[in-house]
């Protein structure tokens, strides 16, 4: 019964770098093409089922469980998708499991969260790949920032504040200054010497050509800056509205690093799908509403109705906005799917058989 043999390609770390998985400037078409088929609703994505052992500031201390399943089409867009210079279709489903340990670097030297990608055959729904998803989950949070850099930062940026100088901060530094024209300065600091010293040895390896600045405190690296990204596990907010230069754009990728107070300071928040940050309530956005702090009308809405010219995006140099995402399995997939699609045409990865016969 050779017809009903089962094969998918499995592609490690190593293979998903081989693939093109460190080019930030593909990933962001990636992502943008996701943002631009929620924008169009050309997707499912139900809300992401948690494991955690607690409430949600648990999350920091025990960590975390996220499953993230989803569609993405595009048929109907392929048009518009190419016209504004991104990656074609996907048409096609999988899932993002992702477990995140916060003590695993400084406690097993492993990175806190680790992923597995599923991507299946739109024709059968067998698996069609299954790939390492640490990578892809990394490269797509940064993207997003970068993708909200582009419709959201004032175009002449030049300064970028960075806290959080590990995985996230790396990539988030990478897709800013893709995203940006004129950035010269990027001002980091990391709790952990040892974290921000990695990131600068990262960044020189990735050829980023741009002054960095080790910065001595939070306030330090937020003030003055054009571009924020705060991509941290702290459990304290630390930021302070008044360190706020005008016209910022502040990326808060971590969840409790900001107060909700500062955010009445704000312009205004653009999110990536308002409906999965109150389902997971652990953004400050979500929990400056609910908490009555600022009103729901803040919330201008999501970056995909922004990308496709639904909604408005900055229409005023001197406007503070944040931009706070939960992280879509959509960009997972629109990522992932790039990838695969790549190790296939390069002969990257491994074929592994689900099964050679099923047994019922
Ligand atoms: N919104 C999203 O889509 C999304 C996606 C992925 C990750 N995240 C979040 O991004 C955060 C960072 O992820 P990571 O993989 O880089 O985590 P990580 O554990 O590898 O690194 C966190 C860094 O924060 C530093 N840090 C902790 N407290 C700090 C403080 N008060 N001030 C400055 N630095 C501090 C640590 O020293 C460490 O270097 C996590 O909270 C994660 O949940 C969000």
Redesign the pocket.
Known sequence: MDHQRVEFLYLQQEDCVKAGGLDMKQTIKAVERSFFLHGKKDFIQPAKPVIRWGGPET??TTGRIMSMPAYLGGESYADELKEKGLLGPVSTSGIKFIP?R?E??SKHNL???NGIIIIVDSETLMPACIMDGTLV??MR?GA?SGVAAKYLANPDSKVMGM????????TQTLAVKESTDHLELCKV????PE??QRYLDKMNEFGCDIEFRVADS?EQAIRGSDIIC???????P?VDAEWYKEGVLHC????W?TPTEALKTIDFIVV?DWEQVKHHGV?VSWRAVRDQVIAEEKIRGNLGDIVVGNKAGRTHRKEKVLF?????GI?DLSEAFRIYKNAARLGVGRKLPLWEEPFL
Request: glycine fraction near 6%; charge should be negative.
């Open positions: 999350e920091e995140s916060p695993n670097p990175p806190r969260s989950s990394a949070t997003a806290i959080g100088a590990s995985v996230q901060g790396i600091y990391d709790i952990n974290t921000t939070h705060t991509a941290t596990i702290a459990r304290e630390y808060e990728i971590s969840f690093d990536d953004d706070n995402p939960i992280g879509m960009h």
